[in-house]
Nanobody, 122 residues
């Protein structure tokens, strides 16, 4: 089970950290990712991190502003978001996959959280 938290209303330029806490499985076995879905739009990839935390991958448009990390001892995934913009407004989801490598299709993610709303006001 994955549970996201940390989403809230912020202003343009603010920073925010999202957490995703895992339970009921071997968290360290899975590669993890963040996705987001804005109202009326398709869900899109944000970032992914390998099971060890040793490597990560980002959507090109978000590189430099967002940082994904994980603490396997705490069974927690993080997304640090800096210099937030109104276009970052979305529901953010964490997801887990046993598939190795980057570019994993959404349907290969076997567990999803319920999402947390991030709203960035202009």
């Amino acid at each position: 089970q994955l549970v996201e938290s940390g989403g809230r209303l912020v202003q343009t330029g603010d920073s925010l950290r999202l957490d995703c806490t895992a339970s009921g499985g071997d968290f360290s076995y899975y590669a993890m990712a963040w996705f987001r879905q804005a109202s009326g739009q398709e869900r899109e990839f944000v970032a992914a991190i390998a099971w060890s935390g040793g490597s990560s991958n980002y959507a090109d448009s978000l590189k430099g502003r967002f940082t994904i990390s994980r603490d396997n001892a705490e069974n927690t995934l993080y997304l640090q978001m800096n210099n937030l913009k109104p276009e970052d407004t979305a529901i953010y989801y964490c997801a887990a996959t046993a598939v190795r490598g980057w570019g994993v299709p959404e349907d290969e993610y076997e567990s999803w959280g319920q999402g947390t709303q991030v709203t960035v006001s202009s």
